[in-house]
């Protein structure tokens, strides 16, 4: 089982930007598939983007295409969720995800703890 940590939500103005970064401890980290999803207050969590174990193939969420971009540094165990462009309809809390592949939970073995992205209008 992998340990995953988020860092890198915060406050930002509609526009703005922030990147999300995930650091995997206690695994193989780029043996593995990665994600971010994200989780609206009273809703599911939604796959926003995933990436391969070789970073050659990238899933994304229809909304955030053109505006998020998911990248790795498996020398430094880390996965990126580049966020421009950003909307308050983006407000969630974001999670890293590893082990896994597709849009569903259920498809992924570890997660972290999440960190809460708010966007101002």
């Known amino acids: 089982q992998m340990q995953l940590l988020e860092s890198g939500g915060g406050l930002v103005q509609a526009g703005g930007s922030l990147r999300l970064s995930c650091t995997a401890s206690?695994?193989?980290?780029?043996?593995?598939?990665m994600a971010w999803f994200r989780q609206f207050p009273g809703k599911e969590r939604e796959l926003v983007a995933a990436?391969?174990?070789?970073?050659?193939?990238?899933l994304y969420a229809e909304s955030v295409k053109g505006r998020f971009t998911i990248s790795r540094d498996n020398a430094k165990n880390t996965v990126y969720l580049q966020m421009n462009s950003l909307k308050p309809e983006d407000t969630a809390v974001y999670y890293c995800?590893?082990?896994?592949?597709?849009?569903?939970?259920?498809?992924?073995?570890?997660w972290g703890q999440g960190t809460q992205v708010t966007v101002s209008s």
């Open positions: 206690g695994g193989t980290f780029s043996n593995v598939n």
């Open positions: 995800a590893g082990r896994g592949w597709g849009r569903q939970t259920s498809r992924y073995a570890d």
């Open positions: 990436i391969t174990w070789s970073g050659a193939t990238t």
